[in-house]
């Protein structure tokens, strides 16, 4: 169903619409489709006031740029397409790309008298955006080094050592979560990165506790936010274990008013507005963004518009995970600078980056860990899959053979008893595939698992994907019944509740159910897409490759999937395909690190 959308002058806006919001990232990206000649249509008839072949290849370019877009990709690298056949699809295009200079004549050309031009490129015209991307980049990079500017510390360097001592440690270049305390009382910005296990939430829980003491923030004014409803859950869950064993009383009654976590879009969906219709900021003195790696460019925009100048802004997340569904690569281009140059001085925005390496959840011997780490570095080094601990690679084997085992590991699920051993049980297996369709996709595999775990439960009052048992995904944010899309949810069993209802678990608790005439769009939970499992954790994962190698398959997506396993993991597939994917990097082209850190390449 297409809308009517009312064109202001000067501005192009980009629209993609599916239940992330912006593309599919298990669409073959193969050429130009409807959106892309659609929205080169709308360029060329705004701007395209050329010959025929300057708008011919003003209308390539436009859709290019939104063909990148839809892979995740803020800038198009023109000197890397020259010379490529251009992808089909695309109308009235050449058979293959020309060199960047002759993009940059004709957009100077139908430039005249037209700001702002909807293309622009970088100093040396090889590199070029969207101009409302680059102005988010600008934006955004700008926002963080001016919180990463030193403001001291709160009562002049005195008082504060006693309290970092004893809740720290004595300070050390190994102590990060001590350094990591330092960066938020002398900044408005940490950015905290690390792996999995390697202490995020810990130094999060400990940096929380401090906030009476050294910074005299109220817990009422602290957010916990994350992008996802899972991920928000999750860091409320891990916060909450921490602070059982937290052994002072006045800490604990003080992170318990701290509210519960919540998604980004909730978050900024409660700002208000003033007469004028301008955003107020936040009500808030302190806020962490935890699964930092999921925050795309636009809704991060769109946070640090409303976010208090004067508050503390925490970022927390692991940079080798999965990017974002929609553009940009937000926490990764951040780490840029530090990635290319690891000596840099501990002054503008690498003031505030504090990195965990140590990972506390893994030990020496995990073959998870040691799994996550191989594929971390590329793959570089030999390794065999057999002398994996807990890590099991079921090469050749048929389908049969995963369907009866991932069976037997639902066994917990379905013998449950009340809804919170269900999703305790639920917890504990994650059937991920990178591929959504076909015979090893998550569609397929969800249909013939319902066929397995639960046969003649049909309910014919509702959809096939609320039969009474069913674990189910929400698929769309509904603010009215605090629903995030990613949230998991459970039709019951009668013994277990309502069947009319489908139940989540938000804080450890149950919580009163939401009829099924009102869930939003949703489907089966029984398998997740790689994607759909960031945030997410499980015991025992079962990973489903594809029978040979394919493009989805990256070492961010390889590394993400073996991460959500806490205990064992399961391949069914061959290594050396697997090996391959981790050998393949799913790159993502911004340019919001050169802003960060060396600007004078752009400009």
């Given at each position: 169903?297409?809308?009517?959308?009312?064109?202001?002058?000067?501005?192009?806006?980009?629209?993609?619409?599916?239940?992330?919001?912006?593309?599919?990232?298990?669409?073959?990206?193969?050429?130009?489709?409807?959106l892309e000649n659609a929205f080169s249509?709308?360029?060329?008839?705004?701007?395209?006031?050329?010959?025929?072949?300057?708008?011919?290849?003003?209308?390539?370019?436009?859709?290019?740029?939104?063909?990148?877009?839809r892979k995740g990709n803020v800038v198009?690298?023109?000197?890397?397409?020259?010379?490529?056949?251009?992808?089909?699809?695309?109308?009235?295009?050449?058979?293959?790309?020309?060199?960047?200079?002759?993009?940059?004549?004709?957009?100077?050309?139908?430039?005249?008298?037209?700001?702002?031009?909807?293309?622009?490129?970088?100093?040396?015209?090889?590199?070029?955006?969207?101009?409302?991307?680059?102005?988010?980049?600008?934006?955004?990079?700008?926002?963080?080094?001016?919180?990463?500017?030193?403001?001291?510390?709160?009562?002049?360097?005195?008082?504060?050592?006693?309290?970092?001592?004893?809740?720290?440690?004595?300070?050390?270049?190994?102590?990060?979560?001590?350094?990591?305390?330092?960066?938020?009382?002398?900044?408005?910005?940490?950015?905290?990165?690390?792996?999995?296990?390697?202490?995020?939430?810990?130094?999060?829980?400990?940096?929380?506790?401090?906030?009476?003491?050294?910074?005299?923030?109220?817990?009422?004014?602290?957010?916990?936010?994350?992008?996802?409803?899972?991920?928000?859950?999750?860091?409320?869950?891990?916060?909450?274990?921490?602070?059982?064993?937290?052994?002072?009383?006045?800490?604990?009654?003080?992170?318990?008013?701290?509210?519960?976590?919540?998604?980004?879009?909730?978050?900024?969906?409660?700002?208000?507005?003033?007469?004028?219709?301008?955003?107020?900021?936040?009500?808030?003195?302190?806020?962490?963004?935890?699964?930092?790696?999921?925050?795309?460019?636009?809704?991060?925009?769109?946070?640090?518009?409303?976010?208090?100048?004067?508050?503390?802004?925490?970022?927390?997340?692991?940079?080798?995970?999965?990017?974002?569904?929609?553009?940009?690569?937000?926490?990764?281009?951040?780490?840029?600078?530090?990635?290319?140059?690891?000596?840099?001085?501990?002054?503008?925005?690498?003031?505030?980056?504090?990195?965990?390496?140590?990972?506390?959840?893994?030990?020496?011997?995990?073959?998870?860990?040691?799994?996550?780490?191989?594929?971390?570095?590329?793959?570089k080094s030999s390794l065999d899959p057999?002398?994996?601990?807990?890590?099991?690679?079921?090469?050749?084997?048929?389908?049969?053979?995963?369907?009866?085992?991932?069976?037997?590991?639902?066994?917990?699920?379905?013998?449950?008893?009340?809804?919170?051993?269900?999703?305790?049980?639920?917890?504990?297996?994650?059937?991920?595939?990178?591929?959504?369709?076909?015979?090893?996709?998550?569609?397929?595999?969800?249909?013939?698992?319902?066929?397995?775990?639960?046969?003649?439960?049909?309910?014919?009052?509702?959809?096939?994907?609320?039969?009474?048992?069913?674990?189910?995904?929400?698929?769309?944010?509904?603010?009215?019944?605090?629903?995030?899309?990613?949230?998991?949810?459970?039709?019951?069993?009668?013994?277990?509740?309502?069947?009319?209802?489908?139940?989540?678990?938000?804080?450890?608790?149950?919580?009163?159910?939401?009829?099924?005439?009102?869930?939003?769009?949703?489907?089966?939970?029984?398998?997740?897409?790689?994607?759909?499992?960031?945030?997410?954790?499980?015991?025992?994962?079962?990973?489903?490759?594809?029978?040979?190698?394919?493009?989805?398959?990256?070492?961010?997506?390889?590394?993400?999937?073996?991460?959500?396993?806490?205990?064992?993991?399961?391949?069914?597939?061959?290594?050396?395909?697997?090996?391959?994917?981790?050998?393949?990097?799913?790159?993502?082209?911004?340019?919001?690190?050169?802003?960060?850190?060396?600007?004078?390449?752009?400009?």
């Amino acid at each position: 169903m297409s809308r009517e959308i009312p064109l202001l002058p000067g501005k192009v806006f980009l629209l993609l619409q599916n239940d992330s919001g912006y593309f599919d990232p298990d669409r073959d990206f193969a050429g130009f489709g409807i959106l892309e000649n659609a929205f080169s249509d709308l360029l060329v008839r705004l701007y395209g006031k050329g010959s025929h072949e300057d708008n011919t290849l003003f209308s390539l370019l436009a859709g290019t740029l939104l063909l990148e877009s839809r892979k995740g990709n803020v800038v198009c690298h023109l000197d890397e397409l020259a010379g490529q056949p251009v992808p089909p699809g695309a109308r009235e295009a050449p058979e293959s790309y020309p060199e960047p200079s002759l993009f940059v004549s004709v957009c100077s050309r139908l430039d005249a008298g037209r700001e702002p031009f909807p293309i622009v490129f970088d100093r040396d015209g090889k590199r070029c955006w969207l101009q409302r991307y680059r102005e988010v980049e600008e934006r955004i990079a700008g926002a963080l080094v001016d919180r990463s500017a030193f403001v001291g510390f709160p009562d002049g360097d005195v008082g504060h050592v006693a309290i970092l001592g004893e809740v720290f440690g004595d300070p050390s270049p190994e102590n990060i979560l001590r350094r990591s305390a330092e960066i938020v009382l002398g900044h408005k910005l940490l950015i905290l990165s690390g792996g999995p296990g390697t202490g995020k939430t810990t130094a999060l829980s400990r940096i929380l506790s401090t906030c009476p003491s050294l910074l005299s923030i109220k817990p009422e004014r602290i957010v916990l936010a994350a992008p996802t409803g899972k991920a928000s859950a999750r860091l409320g869950e891990s916060i909450a274990r921490l602070v059982e064993d937290l052994p002072d009383p006045e800490k604990r009654a003080y992170l318990a008013r701290i509210p519960p976590p919540m998604t980004l879009h909730r978050l900024i969906s409660r700002v208000k507005k003033d007469e004028d219709q301008n955003p107020l900021p936040l009500p808030l003195d302190l806020l962490v963004v935890d699964e930092m790696s999921m925050v795309d460019l636009s809704l991060f925009d769109r946070l640090l518009q409303v976010f208090p100048k004067e508050a503390i802004l925490i970022l927390s997340g692991d940079p080798d995970q999965l990017s974002s569904v929609a553009p940009g690569a937000v926490f990764g281009e951040i780490l840029k600078g530090l990635d290319e140059s690891p000596g840099r001085s501990g002054t503008g925005i690498s003031g505030s980056i504090a990195i965990l390496k140590k990972s506390h959840r893994f030990d020496g011997e995990s073959g998870v860990g040691r799994l996550a780490r191989w594929i971390r570095e590329g793959g570089k080094s030999s390794l065999d899959p057999a002398f994996l601990p807990g890590v099991s690679f079921r090469q050749g084997e048929n389908l049969s053979d995963f369907y009866r085992e991932v069976s037997q590991d639902f066994s917990p699920y379905l013998n449950a008893t009340d809804l919170s051993g269900a999703f305790l049980a639920l917890a504990g297996v994650g059937v991920l595939s990178p591929l959504r369709n076909g015979p090893r996709g998550v569609v397929e595999v969800s249909k013939n698992l319902e066929r397995i775990l639960f046969p003649g439960t049909f309910s014919h009052r509702f959809p096939e994907r609320l039969r009474r048992g069913h674990p189910v995904v929400v698929l769309k944010n509904s603010t009215e019944l605090d629903l995030s899309n990613g949230d998991v949810g459970i039709v019951p069993f009668s013994h277990w509740g309502d069947p009319g209802r489908v139940y989540f678990a938000r804080g450890g608790e149950v919580d009163q159910g939401v009829p099924l005439e009102l869930l939003p769009p949703s489907e089966s939970a029984l398998a997740l897409t790689v994607h759909k499992s960031q945030g997410s954790e499980f015991s025992r994962v079962h990973l489903l490759l594809p029978a040979g190698f394919h493009p989805f398959l990256t070492r961010e997506l390889l590394y993400t999937a073996v991460t959500r396993a806490r205990e064992s993991l399961v391949v069914w597939g061959d290594f050396p395909v697997f090996r391959e994917g981790v050998r393949n990097r799913s790159i993502r082209h911004s340019a919001l690190g050169d802003f960060l850190w060396s600007p004078s390449s752009i400009l």
